[in-house]
């Protein structure tokens, strides 16, 4: 049973223009939330982060957002580049867990038109 | 952020053979994952491994058929053994961050087993 489910496998966005990724989890222990980028023949890139005692966090062109009531994350990529075409990852985790075991999404690929 | 390396990058094995992926951090590191992401599907937590003591295997996977080694900290040797088609998958290795509240990831290995 998926517990981080990313619904879209894939999005296409023109430059330029907002990319929103979106994230769903069925866990409602999980507290603090990643997203990582990933290229092809590369390891998964760490983007963002965000508890859950926030729901907005701002990085650069970066943002995500939190609404733990409806269970639901999304990542906002403003203005979109092409260097932005790759595989989205959504992570959750519990943060008083010990470590930071991290259960993951199948991924959202992200596709941005020159 | 820490700076890991993976060998070897890819390989094709015949199935009932054994590969031992390695896995080379560039700093000391308490605890190290390894990941394995089947195509089409997430990443998926294979096992932890601490410095000194056993891994600790997530449901599903089992130390017979996925060994792993940590001799020191900043070193970890994960093995897939007897392998079948159903292995082939792309195995990364992490490293947690405590500080950054995140986990780093090295660049994977791409198996193929035919």
């Known amino acids: 049973d998926q517990q981080v489910k990313q619904n879209s496998p894939s999005l296409s966005v023109q430059e330029g223009r907002i990319s929103i990724l979106n994230c769903d989890y069925t866990n409602s222990m999980f507290d603090y939330f990643l997203w990582y980028k990933k290229y092809p023949a590369e390891g998964p890139t760490f983007l963002i982060s965000?508890?859950?005692?926030?729901d907005k966090n701002e990085d650069g062109r970066f943002t995500v957002f939190l609404n733990k009531s409806a269970k639901h994350l999304s990542l906002h990529i403003v203005p979109s580049q092409p260097g932005d075409s790759a595989v989205y990852f959504c992570a959750a985790t519990l943060s008083g867990a010990g470590s930071y075991q991290l259960t993951f999404g199948k991924g959202t690929k992200l596709s941005v038109i020159p | 952020s820490a700076v890991i390396s993976q060998k070897p990058s890819r390989d094709i094995c015949q199935r009932g053979t054994s590969l031992t992926i390695q896995c080379q951090v560039d700093s000391q590191v308490t605890m190290m994952f390894w990941y394995r992401q089947q195509p089409g599907q997430s990443l998926t937590l294979i096992a932890t491994?601490?410095?000194?003591?056993?891994?600790?295997?997530e449901s599903g996977f089992v130390i017979d058929k996925f060994p792993i080694s940590r001799p020191n900290l900043t070193f970890s040797t994960l093995t897939v053994s007897n392998m079948s088609p159903e292995d082939s998958s792309i195995y990364l290795c992490s490293v947690e961050d405590w500080e950054k509240e995140t986990q780093y990831f090295g660049p994977g290995t791409r198996l193929l087993v035919l």
């Open positions: 965000i508890s859950s005692i926030k």
């Open positions: 491994a601490n410095q000194g003591s056993e891994a600790t295997y």
